[in-house]
């Protein structure tokens, strides 16, 4: 049924997601410029400046963050196959951990050596975004289970 919980925590993981490319993730501050890191690119925010990177180098974080907003909002509708509904979190949960490593194992430090600054996140939001949307897809995953395993103790009593 697509009035469970798991509908709930699928629904706040895609918002989270959707709201991970209205915030940035980081900020760096320099003599030279503000840039503002977002799963979109590295926008300098001085006007006249060149740009530090082309946006084409963000594309497979970006992609990886629309593809986990779009899984959890398709397996919102896969009530009928719980089966599918937990493999789809599954590879959910995976992508969101990739995403978490690839912007601070990966972009966060490139930023770092191109530009020589270190990231401020005292007001990046959406640095948190990632890690909100990865536990509301692990809630509804156990949801799903819980589910599942009441179908199967209910079919044992007929």
């Known amino acids: 049924m697509i009035q469970r919980i798991q509908t709930v925590y699928l629904s706040l993981a895609f918002v989270a997601i959707a709201l991970l490319f209205a915030f940035p993730l980081a900020q760096f501050f320099s003599e030279n410029g503000t840039y503002f890191f977002s799963v979109t690119g590295l926008k300098n925010m001085v006007p006249g400046e060149p740009k530090a990177f082309n946006n084409l180098i963000f594309l497979p974080l970006t992609i990886v963050a629309i593809g986990i907003g779009l899984m959890s909002l398709f397996t919102i509708f896969q009530y009928k196959n719980r089966f599918l509904q937990i493999k ?71």
């Open 88 to 158: 789809l979190t599954n590879i959910a949960v995976l992508a969101s951990i990739a995403l978490i490593m690839g912007i601070f194992f990966a972009y966060i430090p490139l930023i770092e050596k191109k530009i020589n600054i270190v990231p401020d996140y005292s007001n990046s939001y959406g640095i948190y975004f990632p890690l909100v949307a990865m536990v509301f897809i692990v809630l509804a995953n156990r949801a799903i289970k819980r589910d599942e395993k009441l179908v199967r103790s209910a079919d044992r009593l007929r």
